[in-house]
């Protein structure tokens, strides 16, 4: 979770490859610890990292994994906001493709 917190600070301070980088360390430390898949929060957080680096396709893909887990008790986890950010991307996908 410290990683996740050190990706979000980073993010806010719109230091995107680094979040990038912690990001992706926390959701390999998720394996190693003998959880499959990082909670719902840490997901999402990875998809609003992606979607600031541009890369959508991997930004949703990060956001489905996230709406198809049960967030935490105590997780801040918005499920509203990341369904708006998915359908968004979705959108902005398509149209780009259609041009």
Known sequence: ??????????????????????????IDAYGKNGSDTPDAEILAHAGDIYEALNDLRTAISFWKKALKKKPNEDSTFDIESVRRKLSEAEKKLKDNSEK
């Open 1 to 26: 979770e410290y990683l996740d917190s050190l990706a979000w600070l980073r993010y806010r301070q719109k230091r995107y490859e680094e979040a990038k980088k912690y990001i992706l360390e926390a």
